[in-house]
């Protein structure tokens, strides 16, 4: 009896061990192209990303991509037709906090020419996904710097990193979704004309005075930001006088459309959430910036601006994934990430 006993308790002790312990990929899946940094061309891997996607196919194949630790200081653009993913080295897949790969580049868009042409990674392609890789551009101050530039459409980001100062994110074009990431920046660090984008379960750090959002929507169409469930803080390095100039967004567009839902608040948001364009150049006449269940220390005492509008319960339901990127969602975005 006592031996069965045992063997029971030590089964459910394994058991418990097994969901507990994170997922890693550590190895490349079988069929990747692999890229190392400093490795030898006769190893059979690629020593920066740009080769090894200049070795792909020009097809419509599937793809995948493995890229062991490193620092990779590339600007990379991704065009080829076919369905691609790209897998960084981890021992933690659900989470950004254990990405061992970064790819970085200082570019900003003051030399470049465009937002896009900043970018330090490119995304000029449908079916497109990542994974636990960090992106940034490090110009910092003085310029939009972009660090993730996305035109693609089913694209999925996951617990990967994207970090800049002023304009990281841009998600200006086709539908993609933002699940369990890191987003950093200061200024209109998520901005884009025409995206249609949901973000969920990610960590958003702001780290100097600025707005989190610019939608570029210009007209009464279907676009929108959806963000749900997701924490908003200070980063570790933010500037000092950051505390209380910080908003969820301005309207880069007169059509802007972004919606909060169910989000931790610990930076020291502005009270009054969200900000005008400019003075004399507001653009709030036909924006939807709404909220709902916004809670955390940094949002204690708001005092919304007339433009803004604090979600129901029910009509907050009508905002989600579906209504952000399509209720196809199913077929293209990796559920597993989804919260």
């Known amino acids: 009896m006592f031996s069965s006993l045992r063997s029971i308790l030590t089964l459910s002790l394994c058991y418990a061990l097994a969901h507990v312990e994170a997922a890693q990929r550590i190895t ?16 059979g891997m690629f020593d920066t990303i740009n080769t090894a996607l200049a070795s ?3 097809d419509s194949s599937s793809r995948v991509m493995f890229i062991y630790p490193g620092t990779y200081n590339e600007q990379i653009d991704i065009t080829r037709p076919g369905p691609l993913t790209i897998y960084g080295y981890t021992t933690d897949t659900a989470s950004f906090t254990a990405n061992q790969v970064v790819i970085q ?16 990674l490119r995304v000029h392609k449908d079916n497109f996904r990542m994974y636990n ?3 940034t551009n490090t110009f910092g101050i003085g310029s ?11 694209v999925g980001m996951y617990a990967c990193s994207f970090i800049g100062y002023q ?7 086709g539908a993609q979704v933002y699940l369990k990431n890191y987003i950093e920046g200061a200024v209109d660090f998520i901005f884009g004309r025409h995206g249609l984008a949901y973000f969920g379960g990610n960590t958003i750090a702001s780290k100097a005075p600025g707005c989190i959002t610019a939608s570029g929507r210009e007209s009464a169409d279907n676009g929108s930001y959806v963000f749900n469930q997701n924490k908003i803080i200070l980063a570790w390095d933010a500037a000092a006088n950051t505390a209380g100039k910080i908003f969820l967004g301005r309207p880069w567009g007169d059509f ?5 839902k169910n989000t931790l608040i610990t930076a020291p948001l502005n009270q009054t959430i969200w900000s005008i364009w400019n003075p004399g150049d507001e653009r709030t006449d036909d924006v939807f910036f709404a ?6 220390s940094g949002i204690l005492h708001p005092a919304r601006p007339s433009f803004s509008t604090v979600l129901s319960e029910a009509q907050a339901a009508a905002y989600n994934i579906s209504s952000a990127v399509g209720n196809n969602f199913a077929s293209w975005v990796d559920l597993d990430y989804l919260v």
């Open 167 to 173: 304009d990281t994110l841009y998600a200006n074009q």
């Open 133 to 135: 890789v960090n992106v």
């Open 291 to 296: 909220e709902y269940n916004s809670t955390g």
């Open 28 to 43: 490349p899946p079988q069929g990747a192209v692999v890229v190392r940094a400093g490795a030898a061309p006769a190893s």
């Open 105 to 120: 580049a200082g570019v900003p868009a003051s030399t470049a020419g465009s937002d896009d042409a900043s970018g330090t």
């Open 144 to 154: 939009q710097a972009i660090a993730i530039s996305q035109y693609g459409n089913q």
């Open 256 to 260: 802007a459309k972004v919606i909060f």
């Open 56 to 58: 792909l196919p020009n």
